[in-house]
């Protein structure tokens, strides 16, 4: 007979017991909340469990006194039910309370701190280096508790007015329109020029990350490949519109470059090929590569071939100097891995695959979940201009820069989606010329969150925590840090701000803040910032 260790469950006792204790209270709560709908499922599914030995047998009642280990299992499981709804309850997280990107990053982060909690004020685009005071827990935790489950009215429009317009009716916010509305029911609370069609920046991402889950769904993954073109016995790189493919020896899920040379040298040595020629395809795309902007650290040229966003340091996101022709770039760079695996290459040139090469091997990217994720927490818009193009092609448009936002206003109509006076340039919101209103950008959350739309749910989950992650992880330092989670918007006079809140009473919100001809970029981000944090705070019921 095997006799268990005791000891470190006598030392381990205290412990447990203190955190069964705040346990406890949270998931009596949530069976209380639970009970009446677990009663009802299991009315519904009773038949179902009466199933018989074998088929055709008739069904003998059965009594059997539950084991120990049954009764156990039983009530792991309950406890484990009962947090899942409560975490899912609270908002836009993912079953497990944390989104896959934020575990991803914490995991990667751990000799760090564990997480992203990066230093001075963030702007779009570039999460900011350096330590800092990381904020406390409890502040993250708001809205996981009890609140969450408490059946709470929403907010009314005269107290939610009452609050709002001091905060965004300044000189600093220049032009501005806003709205909030409640998550639950999809009914605005709030309005200010909500109807405006403004300027959005980065908040454009939201309607590019909704589309583009919309139209691809969000299993869809970006395929680079290679084939062989029998007739001209050449090996074609064919792009896929995939800018975070990486020549990085640690891809961290990534789709690797040098595992697309290994594995296509090891197909051609089976054809006793050790010499070939070169080429790469660019035909994905249709039109110039070039952004509105011009050439900017901000973007690479838009083109289906790239490695590592075409940056040329070891940065993975923000600002970068960037090559001047990334596709070119990639197939010099996969000609020498190549090299590497044996097989010589000549200098690689531009061609077009066709139906007659046979493939040699392919790697693909993350799903667009993830995609999405990475787009809306660092503001990446090499990875915008991409989403934007492949949902252009999945709608039968041209994918260049027009088709993509004809692409990606037709698909959210196609939603039912308030897209009146709404002309999506881009996929970035880099384009000045991009004009989005409150009452869409909230509507784009709310339908996110709706359950009937599981695919669109990444469009929440990624944007960046208030405090934490992303281009928020510089922000919100004193106070609502952890509860408000939300996508920013910067351009020279553009300031823009717009996701979910968790309110005072466990409420989830929708927000939107566009200000255009902000003269005061700082005082602009304070004004918002703090009109979201008042939102946090706020019971604002009748």
Known sequence: MV????????????????????????????????????????????????????????????????????????????????????????????????????????????????????????????PPRGPRA?????????????????????????????????????PALGRR?????????????????????????????????????????????????????PDTEEVVLVGGGDPTLTARAETHGLAGLRDLAERTAAALAKRGLREVTLSYDTTLYKGGTMHPIGVNPNLAAVTPLMVDEARTDDSTSGPAPRVPDPAADAARRFGELLKEHGIKATPPGPSKSTTRASTLATVSSPPLAALVERMLTNSDNDLAEALARHTALATGRPADFDGAGEAITARLKQ???????????????????????????????VKAGDPAHPELRPALTGLPVA????????????????????????????????????????????????????????????????????????????
């Open 3 to 126: 006799v268990p260790e005791l000891g470190p469950w006598r030392a381990a006792r205290p412990h447990v017991a203190r955190i069964a204790g705040t346990v406890r209270p949270r998931l009596a709560r949530a069976a209380e909340t639970l009970r009446p709908r677990l009663a009802r499922l299991a009315a519904a599914a009773g038949p179902r469990f009466a199933r018989p030995d074998r088929p055709g047998s008739p069904q003998v009642p059965r009594v059997a006194r539950p084991k120990t280990w049954q009764f156990t299992a039983t009530a792991a499981t309950a406890g484990l039910a009962l947090a899942a709804g409560v975490v899912t309850a609270a908002g836009p997280w993912d079953s497990s309370g944390q989104r896959t990107a934020e575990r991803d990053r914490a995991v990667a982060l751990e000799a760090a701190r564990g997480t992203d909690h990066g230093g001075a004020p963030a702007h779009a685009g570039t």
């Open 134 to 170: 990381v904020p406390p827990a409890a502040s993250v935790l708001t809205g996981l508790g009890g609140t969450a489950t408490t059946v709470r009215s929403a907010p009314s429009a005269k107290a939610l007015t009452g609050v709002l317009d001091p905060l965004l009716n300044t």
């Open 177 to 229: 329109s806003a709205a909030v509305v409640d998550v639950a029911t999809g009914r605005r609370l709030y309005g200010s020029g909500a109807a405006d069609a403004l300027v959005p920046a980065s908040t454009t991402k939201i309607a590019t990350a909704v589309a583009a889950l919309s139209a691809l769904g969000s299993d869809h993954r970006l395929t680079t490949r290679t084939v062989y073109e």
């Open 415 to 445: 939603l039912g989606l308030p897209v009146k006076g709404a002309d999506v340039k881009d996929g970035s919101g880099l384009d000045r010329r991009d004009k989005l209103t409150a009452d869409l950008l909230t509507a784009l959350l």
């Open 467 to 542: 405090g934490f992650t992303g281009t928020l992880s510089g922000r919100y330092a004193d106070g609502a840090a952890g509860v408000v989670r939300a996508k920013t918007g910067t351009l020279t006079g553009v300031n823009t701000l717009a996701g979910t809140v968790v309110d005072k009473d466990g409420r989830l919100l929708a927000f939107a803040f566009l200000a255009n001809g902000t003269g005061a970029p700082a005082a602009a981000q304070s004004a918002l910032d703090k009109a979201a944090t008042a939102l946090s705070a706020c019971g604002c019921r009748p």
